[in-house]
C-alpha cells in the first residue's frame, strides 16, 4: 500500500462511523467522500442528503459543490431548501452531520466565522456558517472531521459558529436545542470523544500514531483515555475505492 495521506486517515475512519440505514447530511469535499465510501462497502443503504435539497443522492462522480447536477441524477427526491431544514433537519429525520471549521474547543464549539478578538476588526474573517449551526444543533448525533493541530484545538474558540456542548454537558438542552451534538471528533491523530462533562476525550489513535502527538497538537490540557483504542488499519480496498473510485484526480484526497 502507498503511504497515505492525512485526508484518506480520516475519510475511511469518518466513513466507518456510518451505520447502514443511516440518513446523513452530507457536504461536499471530506464528507462526501466519507458517505460515499460508506455506501460501497459496509452502509448500501446510506441515504445522503445535500444542503441544497437533494435527497437520496446517487452521485457517479466527484461533486464539486452542494448545488452540482450530478447530484440530482437518480435521487429519490428534490425539494427546496426549505423544506430540507423544517421538514427534515429540524424534525429529527436526519441522523448525522459532518461539521468541520478552523476551531474547534474543548466542548466541541466549532468557530468558522473569523480568529481574534474582534468581530469587526479580526484577524481572519472566514466563511461563515453556511447550513452548519442548523445542523449542529439538530442533526441527531454530529461528527466533526478536522486535521489534528493546535491552532485548530483552542481551550476556547474566538466565537461560536456551531454550537457543540456549549459550556458543558447540559448546556445544549439549556439552549434548546435537540440534536445530541457532536459525539465523536476524527483527526489525522485518532479520535476524541464528550466525557460525562462533554469535554473531548481522547479515546482512540490511528495505527503509529501516540498520544503524545495529540497532547501535544491540542491547546487545551487533553485527557487520555485510560483504555485507548487503536484504530484497525486502512484497508487495500477502501483506498482503491476512493482513489480509482472517488477522488481519481485526487481533488479532496492530497491535503489535510
Not at 218 to 231: D, E, N
Not at 237 to 249: G, M, V, Y
Amino acid at each position: 500500500m502507498t503511504e497515505l495521506t492525512s485526508a484518506e486517515l480520516m475519510i475511511v475512519n469518518a466513513a466507518r462511523m456510518l451505520k447502514d440505514g443511516d440518513v446523513v447530511f452530507v457536504g461536499v469535499g471530506q464528507p462526501n467522500l466519507a458517505c460515499n465510501l460508506a455506501k460501497r462497502t459496509h452502509a448500501p443503504n446510506l441515504a445522503m442528503i445535500y444542503e441544497a435539497g437533494v435527497i437520496g443522492a446517487e452521485p457517479t462522480r466527484l461533486p464539486l459543490s452542494i448545488g452540482d447536477p450530478t447530484l440530482v441524477s437518480g435521487a429519490l427526491s428534490v425539494v427546496s431548501m426549505y423544506d430540507i431544514f423544517t421538514n427534515y433537519l429540524q424534525r429529527g429525520n436526519v441522523d448525522v452531520g459532518f461539521l468541520g471549521g478552523a476551531q474547534i474547543d474543548k466542548y466541541g464549539n466549532i468557530n468558522a466565522t473569523f480568529i481574534g478578538s474582534d468581530y469587526a476588526h479580526p484577524k481572519v474573517r472566514l466563511p461563515g456558517s453556511g447550513g452548519a449551526q442548523e445542523i449542529a444543533a439538530w442533526a441527531n448525533r454530529c461528527y466533526i472531521l478536522t486535521p489534528h493541530q493546535k491552532r485548530r484545538f483552542p481551550e476556547k474558540v474566538d466565537f461560536i459558529t456551531s454550537a457543540g456542548y456549549l459550556d458543558g454537558k447540559g448546556g445544549r438542552e439549556k439552549a434548546g436545542l435537540r440534536g445530541k451534538g457532536p459525539i465523536g471528533v476524527v483527526t489525522d491523530i485518532g479520535f476524541m470523544e464528550p466525557d460525562e462533562t462533554g469535554e473531548l476525550v481522547l479515546t482512540a489513535l490511528h495505527p503509529g500514531k501516540t498520544a503524545e502527538e495529540a497532547v501535544n497538537n491540542t491547546g487545551w490540557a487533553l485527557k487520555v483515555a485510560a483504555q485507548l483504542r487503536t484504530t484497525e488499519p486502512v484497508t487495500e480496498k477502501e483506498l482503491r475505492i476512493l482513489r480509482e473510485e472517488l477522488d481519481p484526480a485526487g481533488i479532496y484526497l492530497k491535503g489535510g
